[in-house]
C-alpha cells in the first residue's frame, strides 16, 4: 500500500501481531518508519565500509563483486522501506533526509576508497556517485521488474562496468 496508505491496521496485520504490541513499541505508524529507515542507514552504511579497494586483479574482482552482491543482498531485504523513504524524499518530510544523510555518507566512504586507487583523473566525489547511482537504480529497476535481469548476470555486470569505469 506504501507508507501513505498503509494504516496501522495493516500493519499489525501483516506483522501477525496486535495493537497493543505495536503501541507498545511505537507510538504511531511514523515511529515505526522512523525506527526502520535508521536501521536500513545503519545497514547501508556497514556496506559501504566494506567497499574494497578498487583493483583490476582477480582478487579485486572477488573482493568488488562479493560487495555488490552484500548490497543486492540488503537491497532486496530493504526494498519496502527504500521505496516509502524515497516517498518521504520527494514529499520533503523529516523521514526523508535521513535518506540523504546516509546517501552522503555512503559516498564520502566509496569516495575515499576510490581515491586511492590510483585514478587521479577522477574526481573521486563523482566517481564514488556514479557507482552509488549505478549499483541502486540497477537494483531498484531489477527490484521492480521494470527490467527483466538475472541476479548473478546483474552483479557480474555491475562488477566489471565499475572496474572498467574506475581501474
Request: with cysteine; hydrophobic share 45%; charged share 25%.
Amino acid at each position: 500500500k506504501g507508507f501513505h496508505a498503509a494504516r496501522v491496521d495493516d500493519i499489525v496485520k501483516a506483522a501477525a501481531t496486535s495493537h497493543g504490541t505495536f503501541y507498545l513499541y511505537f507510538a504511531n505508524k511514523e515511529e515505526l518508519f522512523a525506527t526502520l529507515a535508521a536501521e536500513v542507514a545503519t545497514s547501508f552504511e556497514t556496506v559501504a565500509q566494506h567497499f574494497p579497494t578498487l583493483a583490476s586483479t582477480p582478487e579485486g574482482t572477488i573482493e568488488l563483486r562479493a560487495w555488490i552482491e552484500e548490497f543486492t543482498t540488503l537491497y532486496e531485504r530493504s526494498t519496502d522501506v527504500l521505496e516509502a523513504w524515497t516517498a518521504a524524499e520527494i514529499a520533503g518530510e523529516e523521514s526523508g533526509r535521513l535518506g540523504e544523510a546516509m546517501i552522503a555518507s555512503f559516498v564520502a566512504v566509496l569516495a575515499e576508497r576510490i581515491a586511492t586507487s590510483g585514478r587521479a583523473d577522477l574526481d573521486p566525489v563523482v566517481a564514488a556517485t556514479a557507482v552509488m547511482a549505478m549499483v541502486e537504480r540497477v537494483n531498484y529497476y531489477a527490484s521492480r521488474r521494470s527490467v527483466a535481469v538475472d541476479r548473478d548476470e546483474m552483479i557480474d555486470t555491475l562488477t566489471r562496468v565499475t572496474l572498467q569505469a574506475l581501474c
